[in-house]
């Protein structure tokens, strides 16, 4: 019978925390109301669910003696594939709704979603399959499919093809979703502005959108630079090393952070209650005269 030391048991439940929460996102968003990128962040949750189911089953198999037994049956080769699929699409639509809310808040346009939707999602998906398809075709000469195993996770070797891949695109999705969010922070500054001087409940609906918009970007930002650490700390050959350790419980945050967020429809976030929120159901976001 395996063990599981305190550090692996927190991981499990911080990790299937994050998975019951997105649970419940998938499951009100597909019962609301159509609404502004509705579709853009059911791709974003499912494939930030697949990317933390897939990290649960070898754990939960061989818990402290997952670096010893991983190899034992397929488990571990399979999960890191299904995790490496659900990766690129994970922070590509994450640079995608940070598109979309900076589009709205400079153009005050509601519709770039439905014109977009069919063509960034295809890109997005057919990219990711193509990509792991070379990828699997390049480890399957390596010894475990290239798979290396720390004590809570099978992870990718280097390859040439992960780093071209991989980390060149994570890297060029970091920089753009960043220089997005700061035209859109000063975006909502102005709209910060228009709100001080309209105090109303229709500047205040604004103002959730607002707070929600900035809050989302943020914590793209964040998580996608997160998700670069242990590809720069596997340079050092030290797969278990504190760092890749702490960004694997990063990892299984990311289910509870996006819940945080996208949870409620009556505040920007939940951890925001004084903010008032609707989702924005109109075609076009009219902004009320002030002098600023």
């Known amino acids: 019978m395996s063990k599981y030391s305190p550090v692996i048991i927190f991981y499990i439940i911080l990790q299937s925390i ?3 929460l997105l649970s419940i996102l998938i499951f009100l968003l597909l019962r609301s109301k159509p609404h502004f990128a509705k579709w853009t962040l059911f ?3 499912i494939s930030a669910f697949g990317n933390g189911f897939a990290a649960l089953p070898p754990i939960i198999m061989y ?4 670096i010893n037994r991983a190899f034992e049956t397929p488990i571990c080769i399979i999960a890191n594939k299904i995790a490496n699929n659900s990766l690129y699409p994970l922070e590509s639509f994450s640079l995608v709704i940070a598109f979309y809310l900076w589009h709205v808040l400079v153009t005050h346009r509601l519709d770039i979603e439905k014109k977009c939707f069919w063509y960034i999602s295809g890109v997005i998906w057919i990219y990711s399959i193509v990509f792991n398809i070379f990828e699997m075709l390049k480890s399957s000469k390596q010894e475990h499919w290239g798979v290396n195993v720390s004590i809570l996770n099978c992870k990718s070797n280097q390859l040439s093809v992960g780093f071209y891949g991989y980390i060149i695109p994570s890297c060029l999705i970091t920089v753009l979703t960043l220089l997005i969010t700061c035209h859109s922070s000063i975006m909502l500054y102005k709209r910060w502005k228009v709100f001080k001087c309209n105090m109303n409940r229709t500047t205040a609906i604004r103002l959730g959108h607002a707070v929600r918009l900035h809050t989302c970007c943020v914590m793209i930002i964040v998580m996608l630079s997160l998700t670069l650490i242990p590809r720069i700390v596997d340079n050092n050959k030290s797969i278990n090393s504190p760092i890749i350790t702490s960004t694997s ?3 299984a945050s990311v289910g509870t952070v996006i819940f945080l967020i996208f949870g409620t429809n009556t505040k920007a976030a939940i951890f925001l209650p004084f903010c008032y929120y609707v989702p924005p159901d109109s075609p076009r976001i ?5 002098n600023v």
């Not at 009219?286 to 002030?290: T, V």
């Open 18 to 20: 994050s998975l019951l």
């Open 43 to 45: 791709q974003l949750f």
């Open 63 to 66: 818990g402290d003696d997952l």
């Open 249 to 251: 419980f990063i990892a």
């Open 286 to 290: 009219q902004e009320p005269a002030c």
